[in-house]
């Protein structure tokens, strides 16, 4: 009697362990794995400050936001002219485990070998330190003839041609890059234009900027489609709506943003906090909130974000180096818009996201380096026909 009781709990007790295995490997495969997305704020503030308050600043930041964010970005430019304080800085960030970038200038703005600094990060901080910010907005400036206007008409003279153009534009800025990828272990900028001929350049990630009321969907299809076509992977950076206080977005705002680009298939996403006017930067407790409330949701429902993958791509014309914002933009800031521009802001700012959301892609037409990418693509268009 007792040996046949015995059978039967061993039985029983074997279908308990079968059925338990059963459902635990059910709800791994069932279960959402996340993928390496780094999220967090840049310090761009106090500029005005002594070089101790800076450094509090930083502490009291990364203090703030280190359980709910993996990326600080080191952005303000004064203090890191002394090599102390910026080392004590990075070394605070380091100890919250949080990944970092700092952003440099140019390499006579210090006392110090900034190219020294960084190798030496690399062996101190490994894997954290993923790398430096070097030339804000290349092609913000190019289209706007800003201060940092790489190319102008005093050096391509009056009869450039495009293609001229954004074979200077590259030459010139592939200069920063290529000398700083022999320290660092990337080299990020952000911009918000002409995002193909920067990864052209060799940038590690470019940051699209969700900047004002501008189509997020356009800077998305133009930056991921040149990501993608170069093999390299991109973020967005959420700036200024306005241009007086309180500055940024509000907080429901800035988690739809840092939702979409999640969805669509970005690597990193920055909130960018300057001046300073809360103590914080620009940054309030709905924006700290928005945060928290994205970072949990990354982490345990990150399917809730949805899906905004590239379905289809626009093929534009090589070496067109259109701003994209209105209908009359520049091209290259050299030249007017010309037969082609209308027609290519209409599919790319009303047509395209109307019909596709953000799940398109501006490419360039240079087969040599889109050939391979088109494939992957459920439907592809050129600016030269209607879309239907």
């Known amino acids: 009697m007792n040996r046949k009781f015995t059978v039967i709990a061993a039985v029983v007790l074997i279908a308990l362990i079968v059925l338990t295995l059963f459902f635990a490997v059910n709800w791994l495969n069932n279960k959402t794995v996340g993928r390496q997305f780094y999220v967090g704020v840049e310090y761009a503030y106090g500029e005005n400050q002594t070089v101790q308050v800076q450094i509090t600043q930083i502490q009291a930041l990364v203090d703030k936001v280190k359980d ?204 960018f906090s300057y001046p300073d006017i809360t103590g914080f930067g620009t940054l309030t407790d709905a924006h700290f909130g928005a945060l928290q409330k994205f970072w949990t949701t990354m982490h345990t429902n990150p399917d809730s974000f949805g899906s905004n993958k590239p379905e289809v791509a626009y093929v534009v014309p090589a070496d067109y180096g259109f701003g994209f914002r209105h209908p009359t933009d520049a091209i290259w800031g050299l030249f007017s818009a010309d037969a082609y521009s209308s027609k290519i802001y209409e599919d790319t700012n009303t047509v395209l996201p109307g019909k596709f959301g953000s799940s398109f892609d501006i490419v360039y037409d240079e087969p040599q380096v889109i050939a391979p990418l088109l494939g992957n693509y459920r439907e592809v268009f050129y600016w030269n026909q209607t879309i239907t």
């Open 68 to 271: 709910y964010t993996n990326l600080f970005i080191v952005g303000s430019i004064g203090f890191k002219i002394n090599q102390t304080a910026l080392t004590e800085a990075c070394d605070y960030i380091f100890q919250a485990k949080l990944n970092f970038i700092v952003l440099f200038t140019g390499l006579d703005q210090y006392t110090y070998d900034i190219t020294h600094w960084m190798v030496d990060a690399k062996a101190r901080y490994g894997e954290q330190f993923l790398g430096i910010d070097r030339f804000d907005e290349p092609g913000g400036n190019q289209l706007d003839t800003g201060a940092s206007q790489l190319i102008d008409r005093t050096i391509v003279g009056v009869n450039a041609s495009y293609s001229y153009v954004a074979n200077a534009y590259v030459s010139n800025l592939t200069v920063f890059p290529d000398y700083y990828l022999q320290f660092s272990p990337k080299v990020f900028t952000s911009d918000y234009g002409l995002y193909w001929f920067d990864y052209k350049s060799n940038y590690s990630a470019i940051f699209a900027e969700f900047v004002g009321n501008e189509s997020r969907q356009r800077h998305i299809a133009l930056c991921r489609g040149a990501a993608d076509a170069f093999g390299r992977d991109w973020g967005v950076v959420v700036t200024w709506k306005y241009s007086q206080a309180p500055y940024l977005e509000s907080g429901s705002e800035l988690y739809s943003d840092l939702s979409l680009a999640y969805s669509a298939g970005a690597k990193y996403a920055v909130v």
